[in-house]
């Protein structure tokens, strides 16, 4: 998450200053070609985009401290938020009901074997 927010913010910053640059220097010049103002504009989106993608990323990271701190909480017996729901739930039913493959093997018939014989009664 720190890497990903990290190349955001470069990238960010690295597409806000191609554009800042390229419309310092060629806003209003008449031998600029129309190509630089695409470029700029789209440099423009490319760093909207990142600071968006930074500021989810920045609030995905805090959400997830908070709830990594409720839980540290309720291990050592403060009871908080997310913890608290974690603690109330019923576990019960759900530990009690049977496995999927709970008695299957005893369904299974011995397959014959070649060159054996079986008893006869």
């Known amino acids: 998450m720190k890497v990903m927010m ?5 990238n960010s910053f690295m597409a806000l200053f191609a ?3 390229l419309y310092g220097t060629y806003l209003g010049t008449p031998e600029i070609k129309w190509s630089v103002y695409v470029g700029a504009a789209l440099c423009s989106v490319i760093a909207v985009h990142q600071m968006i993608s930074f500021a989810f990323a920045l609030e995905l990271r805090l959400r997830s401290r ?3 701190k409720d839980l540290t909480l309720a ?3 403060v009871e908080a938020g997310f913890a608290d729901q974690i603690e109330d739930r019923d576990t019960n039913r759900i530990l009690s009901m049977p496995s999927v493959t709970e008695d299957t093997t005893a369904m299974l018939k011995d397959a014959p074997r070649r060159g054996t014989t079986t008893p006869q009664d």
């Open 6 to 10: 990290v190349f955001n913010a470069l």
């Open 19 to 21: 554009a800042v640059i």
């Open 66 to 68: 908070g709830i990594d």
């Open 75 to 77: 291990t050592h017996g």
